[in-house]
């Protein structure tokens, strides 16, 4: 158990995108964060993990209470182009109505997974996972039904009375709010990386980029990452 | 995607352990199948790694369908007497009314994602797990409204009609009857590790060896392990 003077001990998932980080610098106000980190064999793994690193110094959260745990059987599995070099990370696409290629089947029922774990070992209750459903790719494990359900299941897949309880406080959040949100925190946006890709800059037109770019765009604030491209169609406003 | 000209494609989960043998022994009727075996830095994970590869043989389960993933993080968290040494495996009671040290917290949560992303992938529907609710150690992640809520976890976390479904055919079967048909199935119990600790022998007094001794007792049946001991209170009929 790690003891906490004043806050209840929560764990926020920090994948190194600005999603997460935003999150865990607005959830340090409810409680004491451990932060998880989770590798899953994608392309930009290194780099996350970096960026991981940079925040939880942000953070100010000790060594202590930082956990990376290795998930690389995902790679193993494949069927996402995240995971599988073979498999073309596609093009933004804002109106596009079926799943894209960069969905990682079932990959946040891991995340959340591994801090019920880590919870029930520590004695914390909070669990924070930064997913968005708007301004998103429409996956499936980022949708509002996923989350409660999730959270049935840790009530009965943990001890009576654990009280762990994972929260998507950006749920319905639009992107440019986070935005926003995150410069009214001060946070270092430029320690962050959230393309899909393992470029030198960050390409600009993978889906990820884009709804970043054009997040940026609708907040009239400047993304501090270098990109390759910034295309017109991540300026376009979608109802 | 696998073709399977037969029967759909189903996955089981495969400990190495008796419960999971016996089970997907019993499940190639309805699925073809692939196998799963985890690794989450427990005691005895050399020994039920090899007593998988032994029942994926038994099972004639070809190389392309055998996965093998590894979870060590779970040994990193802690909290189990299963994967920290530092925490003793408790002797057997069959009147304790606590959830017991062995518990590695929300393991069988892990177990079951990592199935659905390897079903998502390859296009299987059925998972089968082992998980018995009846003659049990009382763990929360064994509990039928666990596995009912996670059906509801993957229902909306994966693409719709995804049609993947975790089943759990022995939640409520008395171990004797496992016994029993496994025996009718012929299966190698030789090749099977069901004992929390990691001696030459099976300890014969933890609640997995009290649990599989009282069942083969029960069933009039021999073991075929080598046991370090074979304490009465393991034959002692509980309601």
């Known amino acids: 158990m790690i003891d906490t003077e004043k806050k209840p001990l929560g764990i926020a998932l920090v994948s190194g995108g600005m999603d ?54 995902l790679k193993t599995i494949g069927g996402s182009a995240l995971t599988d070099k073979s498999i073309t990370v596609p093009k933004a696409d804002f109106n596009r109505a079926d799943i894209p290629a960069t969905y990682v089947p079932f990959r946040n029922a891991h995340l959340v997974a591994i801090a019920v774990s880590w919870a029930e070992a520590i004695g914390a209750k909070n669990i924070y996972i930064g997913a968005m459903a708007v301004d998103s790719s429409g996956y499936p494990d980022c949708r509002p039904e996923f989350y409660k359900a999730m959270n049935e299941t840790i009530r009965q897949g943990t001890k009576d009375g654990s009280g762990i309880v994972v929260k998507a406080p950006f749920l319905q959040l639009k992107k440019k709010d986070l935005v926003l949100l995150g410069i009214s925190h001060g946070v270092p946006f430029e320690h962050t990386w ?8 960050a390409c600009g037109v ?27 169609y991540c300026w376009t406003k979608t109802s």
Chains 1, 2 share one sequence.
């Open 194 to 201: 959230s393309c899909y890709r393992d470029g030198k800059k």
């Open 20 to 73: 997460s980080l935003v999150m865990a610098s607005f959830c340090r106000t409810e409680s004491e964060l451990a932060l998880l980190h989770i590798s899953y064999g994608q392309l930009t793994q290194a780099r996350e993990l970096a960026c991981f690193l940079s925040i939880a110094d942000f953070l100010e959260v000790p060594a202590s209470r930082r956990l990376v745990a290795n998930i690389e059987y």
């Open 206 to 232: 993978c889906d990820s980029c884009a709804l970043r770019l054009r997040a940026f765009a609708e907040a009239d604030a400047t993304d501090p990452l270098p990109y390759e491209a910034k295309p017109d």
